[in-house]
T-cell receptor
Framework: AQSVTQLDSQVPVFEEAPVELRCNYSSSVSVYLFWYVQYPNQGLQLLLK??????LVESINGFEAEFNKSQTSFHLRKPSVHISDTAEYFCAVSPIQGAQKLVFGQGTRLTINP | EAGVAQSPRYKIIEKRQSVAFWCNPISGHATLYWYQQILGQGPKLLIQ????????DSQLPKDRFSAERLKGVDSTLKIQPAKLEDSAVYLCASSLEGSVTHGYTFGSGTRLTVV
């Protein structure tokens, strides 16, 4: 079985400041890793994913995440945040082999202050 | 392309009443999922369908929850009777052939409040 721990339930930052949202996972098998974002009153949307290859993956809106196998982490970072990044962010994993299904962390609410 | 449609958006019921939620996935998506998202927690998978067959319902409380996808397209999730702890957002998602690699497409959810 897999489990995901997001270490911070809320992260307040000022606009244009850098941010890191932390995610650690536990799994006895190899996994794919994902970050989903949920804007207010909207469904979850895929932000970025790690499937294989380079351990650093990027999204189109400036977020990046790095897969660290030894530390079983997949932290999400952005060097300069905007008000529009205010949302809840969910880290998720799925086993690569067998029945694929997303297992989510509890989410981190990112609040951007002007 | 149209997204995943869910209705209703909000529902308030008294405990011991019954309630049903509806989901219409993206056209052509064979796999459909129902997730429960309790406030302050991440979404938890309740049931996964592949076409009209159940793939995984290991976390569905079968004494009160039921779901069907009779024609392999839209789906309904029912709770009967509801308990206070069922208050949550119920999310429907769909994907191509159950592959996580392309990501799931989620609907906006149904927020259920049981009083």
């Amino acid at each position: 079985a897999q489990s995901v721990t997001q270490l911070d339930s809320q992260v307040p930052v000022f606009e244009e400041a850098p941010v890191e949202l932390r995610c650690n996972y536990s799994s006895s098998v190899s996994v794919y890793l994902f970050w989903y974002v949920q804007y207010p009153n909207q469904g979850l949307q895929l932000l970025l994913k790690y499937l294989s290859g380079s351990t650093l993956v990027e999204s189109i809106n400036g977020f990046e995440a790095e897969f660290n196998k030894s530390q079983t982490s997949f932290h999400l970072r952005k060097p300069s945040v905007h008000i529009s990044d205010t949302a809840e962010y969910f880290c998720a994993v799925s086993p690569i082999q067998g029945a694929q299904k997303l297992v989510f962390g509890q989410g981190t609410r990112l609040t951007i202050n002007p | 392309e149209a997204g995943v449609a869910q209705s209703p958006r909000y529902k308030i019921i008294e405990k011991r009443q019954s309630v049903a939620f509806w989901c219409n996935p993206i056209s052509g998506h064979a796999t459909l999922y129902w997730y429960q998202q309790i406030l302050g927690q991440g979404p938890k998978l309740l049931i996964q369908f592949q076409n009209n067959g159940v793939v995984d319902d290991s976390q569905l409380p079968k004494d009160r929850f039921s779901a069907e996808r009779l024609k392999g397209v839209d789906s309904t999730l029912k709770i009967q009777p509801a308990k206070l702890e069922d208050s949550a957002v119920y999310l429907c998602a769909s994907s191509l052939e159950g592959s996580v690699t392309h990501g799931y497409t989620f609907g906006s959810g149904t927020r259920l409040t049981v009083v």
